[in-house]
């Protein structure tokens, strides 16, 4: 699993034979959160997250549906999921943890036709990523920001 992320609620995906993406959505457990210091919105998603798992459930026209005037709607449905991570298994739902190059198979597009784009983690950096901060480095990487001032900064209103 070296250096991949894991995927969450509101991870950016698309079909090989579609034209939009779209965002999955955990339906299978509401207790195990990553990369969410409140727990409140990034819920793990697992290989159990199948069927209309998406918030649109549509990758827009599907182009295995060919249609006179054009493609039958993509009606997005999960069947199964593949590369996932079987060292790391959340009980309920006894899933094992997607991954971001996990793949999923729908029944019209066929197996591993559904691609993760954005695992949906985000950076959110905590009080004590900021005070160990190495103040050289940070000023190379982001010299805008005086992470000596940036604790102070209620108090001067100005990081800068």
């Known amino acids: 699993m070296a250096l991949k992320e894991k995927v969450v609620q509101g991870a950016t995906c698309i079909c090989n034979f579609g034209t939009t993406p779209d965002k999955l959505k955990v339906l299978t457990q509401t207790k195990y959160f990553v990369n969410d ?4 919105q ?14 649109k459930n549509t990758f827009g026209p599907c182009k295995m549906q060919p249609t006179p005037g054009g493609f039958k ?11 996932f991570y079987e060292k790391e298994k ?23 036709c559904i691609i993760i784009l954005k695992s949906g983690q985000m950076g959110e ?8 901060a190495d103040e050289e480095l940070q000023s190379h990487v982001n010299p805008l920001v005086n992470m000596a ?12």
């Open 37 to 40: 210091m409140n727990g409140s």
């Open 42 to 55: 990034k819920l793990a998603a697992t290989h159990k997250d199948i069927g209309a798992t998406f918030e």
């Open 73 to 83: 709607p993509c009606q997005a449905i999960v069947t199964a999921w593949s590369g």
């Open 90 to 112: 959340y009980t309920p739902p006894d899933g094992y943890i997607l991954l971001e190059d996990s793949k999923a198979t729908c029944p019209i597009g066929g197996k591993d």
């Open 125 to 132: 950096p905590s009080k004590k990523n900021i005070s160990d």
């Open 149 to 160: 001032n940036y604790e102070n900064r209620n108090e001067n209103k100005s990081i800068l």
